[in-house]
């Protein structure tokens, strides 16, 4: 259903759309049952045929169960959809699963940079590629974020990842994903950040490691980027070369 809607292009995008799935079946039913009833009882009730309304204090045992038997069900499904939540919760935000990669991301007012580890495939070397609003992730490779911000609250959103995160200034915050489809999505800035909030947004490329390596290739120098240990070691682990 979701899918219809944005690509779902990570490998949690389905469990977090399962998410939405319950949350909108069970509501839906109850909102379309409670919607009907009152139309119902409007029309069943209608000044025309019933001229002298009924006052009902709903303290009778009779009238009570109409309020705990539905209370009770809404009850119920709260708890399905909790279990639901708490479990994608709890993979996406509690588990940092084997990372292959590491990015650095850091909230401007008003735009997104992006440092990547560059050739030696390590953050925080002299050969770190860093972009502004342009993500370049390898398809099928877990990456873990260190989100930061330079000013204010920003967050950082990949909705076809079924991502968010909040960058708080002071803060480095980490998490992960794995992209599972090649394609160009955006990176919107889903926090009130002033001004040109709504011209904060990035674009991510989840690239084949053929084309990973080549966009790399055009940031670094061609004396810097031999050797390529890191994308020799990402095209090694996807069986590329
Ligand atoms: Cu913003």
């Known amino acids: 259903m979701m899918e219809s809607l944005i690509a779902a292009a990570s490998s949690y ?6 998410v939405t799935h319950v949350v909108a079946i069970l509501g839906g039913f109850w909102l379309l049952l409670a919607e009907a009833a009152l139309f119902y ?11 002298k309304a009924e006052y009902i204090t709903g303290e009778t045992k009779q009238q009570m169960k109409w309020i705990h038997w539905p209370h009770n069900l809404v009850l119920l499904c709260d708890i399905v959809i909790l279990v639901f939540a708490v479990r994608a919760w709890y993979h996406v935000k509690q588990e940092m699963p084997p990372i292959d990669e590491e990015v650095r991301v850091v909230g401007h007012q008003w735009a997104w940079e992006f440092v990547h580890s560059g050739p030696d495939g390590k953050l925080g070397t002299d050969d770190d590629v860093s972009v502004v609003d342009e993500l370049h992730l390898i398809v099928n490779k877990t990456y873990k974020f260190k989100l930061e911000a330079a ?58 490691p ?32």
Not at 211 to 239: C, F, H, T
Request: some cysteine.
């Open 210 to 241: 053929e084309e990973y390596r080549q966009w790399l290739d055009s940031k670094v120098p061609k004396s810097a980027s031999l050797p390529v240990k890191g994308v020799d070691r990402i095209a090694m682990n996807q069986g590329g070369m």
């Open 41 to 51: 009882f409007v029309f069943k009730y209608r000044r025309s045929r019933n001229p």
């Open 13 to 18: 995008a389905g469990q977090i759309d399962q």
């Open 151 to 208: 000013d204010v609250l920003h967050s950082f959103s990949i909705p076809a990842f079924r991502f968010k995160q909040d960058a708080v200034p002071g803060r480095q915050i980490s998490g992960w994903f794995k992209p599972t489809k090649t394609g160009q999505y955006d990176v919107p800035c889903s926090q009130m950040c002033g001004i040109g909030h709504g011209i904060m947004g990035g674009q991510v490329y989840v690239h084949t």
